[in-house]
T-cell receptor, first 119, second 112 residues
């Protein structure tokens, strides 16, 4: 069974500090996909990044960076020089693909990490 | 491109009633998934539809059902509502397996 653990329930940082959100996953599949989503106070989940299990390259997008390590089953997310607008709940998600009966997608979300950036 | 839309945005029902929620995916997306979000349980997967077929279902009682139409629009139905069904119901669309999901704003259901 697949599982996603986000051990940090809430994190508070002062603006301009760097912060890393942890994500650890469990899966028996060799092909899987990992995602990060942001849910601001307005409520709508916003897609941030997608990674497949064969691509361990780290990615940087502006102040955001992601570190994918299959050896430790982790997909951590770092925000550099945090800003108040980064305050939100961040979800890590794992998708396994089932290929029976035409294929299906089962996505498991972590419980989320609430990030508060204090001005 | 228009995003995922969900109607209604808010609903108040009483125990025992039934409710139907609607979701219109992004044009071209054939996969629609539904999630229940509550403070205590987080995001729980309800079911996924692709080309009018339910491909996967989460661990929810049979009171929760859904369907998808030929234009990929989807509906979710909850019968015999219980207080514990109060939640934010999110719909997400995607191109299919392994692709990112795009979420709608959700329908906030309150059961009194």
């Amino acid at each position: 069974a697949q599982k996603v653990t986000q051990a940090q329930t809430e994190i508070s940082v002062v603006e301009k500090e760097d912060v890393t959100l942890d994500c650890v996953y469990e899966t028996r599949d060799t092909t899987y996909y990992l995602f990060w989503y942001k849910q601001p106070p307005s409520g709508e989940l916003v897609f941030l990044i997608r990674r497949n299990s064969f691509d361990e390259q780290n990615e940087i997008s502006g102040r955001y960076s992601w570190n994918f390590q299959k050896s430790t089953s982790s997909f951590n997310f770092t925000i550099t020089a945090s800003q108040v607008v980064d305050s939100a709940v961040y979800f890590c998600a794992l998708s396994e693909a089932g290929f029976g009966s035409g294929g299906y997608q089962k996505v498991t979300f972590g419980t989320g990490t609430k990030l508060q950036v204090i001005p | 491109k228009a995003g995922v839309t969900q109607t209604p945005r808010y609903l108040i029902k009483t125990r025992g009633q039934q409710v139907t929620l609607s979701c219109s995916p992004i044009s071209g997306h054939r996969s629609v998934s539904w999630y229940q979000q509550t403070p205590g349980q987080g995001l729980q997967f309800l079911f996924e539809y692709f080309s009018e077929t339910q491909r996967n279902k989460g661990n929810f009682p049979g009171r929760f059902s859904g369907r998808q139409f030929s234009n990929s629009r989807s509906e979710m139905n909850v019968s015999t509502l219980e207080l514990g069904d109060s939640a934010l119901y999110l719909c997400a669309s995607s191109l299919g397996v392994g692709n990112e999901q795009f979420f709608g704003p959700g329908t906030r259901l309150t059961v009194l």
